[in-house]
């Protein structure tokens, strides 16, 4: 059987086509297969840039409330002087203290007078009873020294200062429960 050059052409352009035909579908697939990469790549860019921003924006809340809690310098600077030498230049009864001291004593008279302010007197004149810890036996808000005094030195070494000036005797808060009667605190103060 004899071939001719225009069935060869025939034959040679049906292959041709079919072998177009199935690399078309391999590059359309490979083509969807690329754009799907893409498409995840961008994914995570778009997540990744999201949890930046979020996390950007936490660190932006954190510097601020930083800021907003840091001790803010005073105007003009106070004389450089070592607080554990200072002596304290208020009221008579407070000249002995030093430094941290006097103004933990200054702060515990506050916290008295606020107390008083707060609670007053009972029914026979007496100052109310005050906590300087909440031993679990149902001391109220009210009751605790801690809720008046606003001074800088903790509120333990400020009752030790006061203890040291005299102004609460060494006995006069009940070790177990923490009580004392406000009236000892700066006696007639």
Do not use: C
């Not at 799907?36 to 936490?58: C, F, G, P, V, Y």
């Not at 003009?76 to 004593?105: C, I, V």
């Amino acid at each position: 059987m004899k071939i001719t050059n225009k069935q060869i052409r025939q034959i040679i352009k049906e292959e041709l086509e079919a072998v177009l035909s199935e690399s078309n579908a391999l590059v359309y697939g490979l083509g969807l297969a690329g754009a799907a990469k893409k498409r995840r790549a961008a994914a995570k860019n778009s997540r990744d840039s999201e949890m930046e921003k979020e996390r950007q924006t936490r660190q932006r809340t954190l510097d601020k409330i930083n800021r907003m809690s840091a001790p803010r310098p005073s105007a003009s600077p106070a004389p450089t002087q070592s607080k554990s030498t200072a002596t304290f230049t208020g009221p008579e009864w407070m000249r002995g203290a030093t430094g941290d001291s006097a103004e933990g004593l200054e702060s515990l008279l506050r916290a008295k007078h606020k107390a008083i302010d707060a609670l007053g007197r009972d029914e026979y004149g007496n100052l109310p009873p005050m906590y300087i810890f909440n031993n679990g036996f149902g001391q109220q808000k009210h009751e605790l020294l801690s809720t008046y005094y606003d001074g800088d030195m903790d509120l333990y070494d400020a009752i030790d200062a006061a203890k040291a000036a005299g102004e609460l005797g060494e006995n006069d808060i009940d070790d177990e429960h923490g009580g004392f009667s406000l009236s000892k605190l700066f006696p007639g103060k």
